[in-house]
Structure formats: structure tokens, C-alpha cells
């Protein structure tokens, strides 16, 4: 048991890294993107999502090619299953059951996912603070408190 905890916190840390370094990038592209100003603020608003979410899935991608290698390395199922599928549905949580670890690594999805649950969250997280950034360098966003009469 001690092994799958220290497989599944190895691969874990690799695609911690990798999040890490796409949240640098992804925030680099997200503060160049901005202009001073622009005539389609919303338009400009969306491309930056877009190309966001695009670096943040690629990224989610990087990690589940990450998990499938490591499924193969320690031959995680049978070896007639499909590591790249079963490391998808581990990292998405969709849990379909249709491949299932061999016993000796059963604890290798659990982890997976809570590696997934974690790095889509924290995407959540990169595309929330990116959307809010843009919308207040725009001038798209009110001060806290501006409707309010003054006394």
C-alpha cells in the first residue's frame, strides 16, 4: 500500500508542476493580451478566455498522458486495457468501472482523481482570477459600492 501512496504523490508533484508552470504562462498571456484600450471590449474579453482555457485544457491533457505513463510503468490493469482511457476517466472522476487496477494497485485511482479534483479547481480558480483582471483592466466592472447615494 505504502507504494501506491508514493507512485500516486510522484505523479501528483510532476502534475503539480506542470499546473504551475501553465498558471505562469497563463496568466503572462492573460496580462499581455490586455490592451489599454480596445473598441470590442467584450470580444477582447472572450478571446482571452478562450486562449485560456485552451492552455488550461492542454495542460489537463499534459497530466493525463503523465498518469497513463505511469498506469504503464507500474502496470496498473490488465495489459490489454487502454492506460490513456483508464487514466482519463481516474482524472475526470467519471469512474465508469469498465477498467478496473489489478489488486496490488487499487489505491491508484483514488488518487488520480484527487489529483484531478485538485487541478481542475485550481483551472476554476486561474480562469475566475483571469476573467475578473481583464473585466476590471477593460473598465468593464463597477467599484464596490458605486451605486450607492452619497451623503
Known amino acids: 500500500m505504502m507504494l501506491q501512496f508514493l507512485v500516486g504523490t510522484f505523479v501528483s508533484v510532476i502534475n503539480i508542476g506542470i499546473h504551475a508552470l501553465v498558471t505562469v504562462v497563463a ?3 492573460a496580462r499581455r493580451a490586455v490592451p489599454r484600450r480596445t473598441r470590442r471590449p467584450r470580444l477582447h474579453l472572450m478571446s482571452v478566455m ?3 482555457a485552451v492552455v488550461l485544457k492542454i495542460a ?7 498518469w497513463a505513463a505511469a498506469y504503464h510503468v507500474i502496470q496498473a490493469a490488465a495489459a490489454d486495457a487502454d492506460m490513456l ?3 482519463f476517466v481516474n482524472y475526470a472522476t467519471l469512474g465508469y468501472g469498465d477498467i478496473t487496477p489489478v489488486r496490488e494497485w487499487r489505491l491508484i485511482g483514488p488518487l488520480t482523481a484527487m489529483n484531478g479534483a485538485l487541478l481542475f479547481g485550481w483551472s ?18 463597477e467599484k464596490p459600492g458605486a451605486d450607492l447615494p452619497r451623503a
Open 27 to 29: 496568466v503572462t498571456i
Open 124 to 141: 476554476a480558480a486561474i480562469l475566475f482570477e483571469v476573467l475578473l483582471k481583464t473585466l476590471e483592466h477593460l473598465g468593464l466592472t
Open 85 to 87: 482511457y483508464f487514466a
Open 60 to 66: 489537463h491533457m499534459l497530466e493525463v498522458l503523465v
Open 50 to 52: 478562450i486562449a485560456i
